[in-house]
């Protein structure tokens, strides 16, 4: 059974910063490709960010130059750094990863931000 657990929520003032942590289980975690999702109140679910299982990382433009992604293989985590928040990233964000064409999800965790 996989098992992805988000942690890190919370309520920040605009311009601050969050970290959020994914613990996963129930995968060979090093060779699988991990994103985070956000989903804003009344919106769409929408991809953050993505890492490989050699590091390499994406960003969406909406986060880019602000956020940071990465992931410890000997934890089965993976992290994301957010800095500069704006009322617009409050939403609630999820852990994801696939397999065999499969996607799991974890329960997410809410970022609220204060103007």
């Known amino acids: 059974q996989v098992y992805l657990v988000e942690s890190g929520g919370g309520t920040v003032q605009a311009g601050g910063s969050l970290r959020l942590s994914c613990a996963a289980s129930g995968i060979n975690f090093k060779i699988h490709t991990m994103k985070w999702y956000r989903q804003a109140p009344g919106k769409e679910r929408e991809l953050v960010a993505t890492?490989?299982?050699?590091?390499?990382?994406v960003y969406e433009d909406v986060v880019a130059g602000r956020f940071i992604i990465s992931r410890d293989n000997s934890r089965n985590r993976v992290s994301l750094q957010m800095n500069s928040l704006t009322i617009e990233d409050t939403a609630v964000y999820y852990c994801?990863?696939?397999?065999?064409?499969?996607?799991?999800w974890g329960r997410g965790t809410r970022v609220t931000v204060a103007s």
């Open positions: 994801n990863t696939q397999r065999q064409n499969v996607n799991f």
């Open positions: 890492i490989g299982s050699g590091g390499n990382t």
